[in-house]
């Protein structure tokens, strides 16, 4: 598969891009810096044409991007991804603070997303507004909602729901491996799963 990776640089960005290149995928990587292995990189603002060309070539784009709290890089992306490709196999990053009409969140959740709106409320809105967008495309989307990302606990497993999350973190390995299992399943098209730590 040809995935062009957006945020290639980033802390889940690397390493998704090293689970796609073990698995013996071709990368084209999009990031604030060199990535060392990718098979084409690309750069540039959003509205760049080579970004549009990008990703129309390639079978699916998956987007690590992280927006600060006054950026709206998120939702900008997806614009554009989407202006070049209106079919595209779009999988984003979004966080489980993005809300979907089908949650059933329970208090800690909903308490926890108050939090988010308090402290990185323009970050969150980004991310709803890149999920809203994708939702009403024609695309072939999936909106990952991890939990709290951590590192140097990954186990190789995670576990997939679709009402609330089923742990309270996940590590970015195992986000990077469940990236890359959803890209090859149509059950996941159009649908925004949480995906937490197995228990």
């Not at 060392?36 to 990189?41: F, L, P, Q």
């Not at 006054?70 to 070049?84: D, H, I, K, N």
């Not at 329970?106 to 980004?126: C, E």
């Not at 809203?132 to 590192?151: F, I, N, Q, V, Y």
Request: neutral net charge; aromatic residues 4%; glycine residues 12%.
């Amino acid at each position: 598969m040809h995935i062009l990776l957006l945020g290639a640089t980033g802390r889940t960005g690397r390493r998704v891009f090293a689970a796609a290149k073990a698995a013996g995928h071709r990368v084209t990587a999009h990031g604030r810096r060199a990535v060392a292995g990718a098979d084409e990189e690309i750069g540039g603002a959003w509205t760049d044409p080579a970004i549009a060309e990008a990703a129309r070539e390639a079978d699916a784009v998956v987007s690590c991007l992280a927006s600060s709290n006054g950026e709206g890089v998120c939702s900008a992306a997806a614009e554009a991804v989407l202006r070049a490709d209106p079919g595209v196999r779009y999988v984003t990053v979004a966080g489980a603070g993005v809300d979907r009409p089908e949650d059933e969140k329970g208090l800690g959740d909903k308490a926890i997303g108050l939090v988010m709106r308090l402290t990185v409320g323009k970050m969150l809105a980004d991310r709803q507004r890149e999920v809203d967008m994708l939702a009403a495309s024609g695309a072939e989307w999936t909106a990952m909602r991890p939990p709290r990302l951590t590192e140097g606990r990954a186990t190789g497993r995670w576990t997939f729901t679709f009402d609330r999350p089923a742990a309270t973190s996940i590590d970015r390995e195992d986000l990077a491996g469940a990236i890359l299992e959803v890209l090859g399943r149509e059950d996941m098209v159009r649908r925004a799963p949480f995906v937490s730590a197995a228990r």
